[in-house]
Every structure is written in structure tokens, then in C-alpha cells.
């Protein structure tokens, strides 16, 4: 892994494929043994989570559903706060068991109307399931049940996370640098 650019911008490496792939595997071993007869359905919030919860997906061996919600809430490497939902859930949730499946969770905001809206319609229970957390920006009070990693409060690319729809491709997570504020002397 070296250094690379988007958009002009320069990113270093964070966490690589193997340490990711090792984590998710934890989380789905995890997920397993409290599932196990409850046949919960995972929702995968798009585009992000694609290889998240691919690579989740290997490691479930319970029965179980996966579905897939659409919101929007981002520009280039800040949140916008306005969410919006462009695809939404096409399973019956009512009394299922939801577990919903993130890429990252920065401010909360985008988890916070997801729930609200999931709320709404009488699931059993609902947990969330994210690879990446940025604990210094999350302002939510929302539990986040299974965590991958706890990263600083700096935009990462890679591993299904893009910076404007480029780096989604990547198989390692790679964090922007920041341009130094101080000439070296
Ligand atoms: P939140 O609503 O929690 O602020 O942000 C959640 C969404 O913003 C994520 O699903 C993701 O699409 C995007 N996001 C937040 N932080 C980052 C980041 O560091 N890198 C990228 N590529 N997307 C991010």
C-alpha cells in the first residue's frame, strides 16, 4: 500500500484489506451466536455498505434476509445534514429483527432518520452494525451495537467508500492528509 490522489487530494493507508477482513469476520461470528433462530434481516444502507456487507455475508451461517435501503447525505468530504431516502425498503419489517448494516458513522445523522423512519413500522428489535466510527464526530444517542473500527474524526476513502464516486474500488481503507497549517521552518 502506498500513497495515492483523488481528486487532487492525497490519502495514506489506514487499515488494510487483511485487518479488515479479519475484523468482519469477528462481527459475524458475534452476530451469529445472538441471531442464531431469529432470522434477522440485515439492511444494508447503499452505496457504502456493498462491501461490508459482501464480506459479512461470508461469514453468516444463521438463516437469514438481507435488504437494502438508499439515503443521501453527503458532498465531497463533508456531511451536508440533509438526509434524504432515494431507495427505501421493500420487505415487510414488522416484528423482524433488523440489523442494520453501515460503512461508516460520523455525525449519526444518517443512522438517527434511518432508525426513525425503521421505528415507525413495529420491528421486533433493531441493532446496528458498522465497519467504520468516527466516535469524536457522532453527536447521536443512538447504541451502535457492533462496531469494526473506531477511527478519528479524519475522511477515509476505500473498501466501498468513496470520495465524490471515486475510491470505492479500493481494497484497503485509506485516510486523507491534511494540509499542514504551519511552512516548516
Ligand atoms: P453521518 O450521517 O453519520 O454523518 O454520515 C454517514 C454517511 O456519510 C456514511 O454512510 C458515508 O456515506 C458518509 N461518510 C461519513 N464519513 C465519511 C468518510 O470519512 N469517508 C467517506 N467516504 N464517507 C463518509
Known sequence: MSKITIHGKEFVPYLSEGQIKERVRAMGVEINSNYDGKNPLFVGVLNGCFRFAAEL???IGINSEINFVKLNSYRGTESSGKISTQIGLNSDVEGRHLIILEDIVDTGNTIEHLMEGLRAENPASIKVATLLYKPEAYHG??????????????????????????????????????PKTHPEI
Open 57 to 59: 455475508m461470508n461469514h
Open 141 to 178: 444517542d443512538i447504541k451502535l451495537d457492533y462496531v469494526g473500527f473506531e477511527i478519528p474524526n479524519l475522511f477515509v476513502v476505500g473498501y466501498g467508500l468513496d470520495y465524490d464516486g471515486l475510491g470505492r474500488n479500493l481494497n484497503d481503507i485509506y485516510q486523507i492528509v491534511l
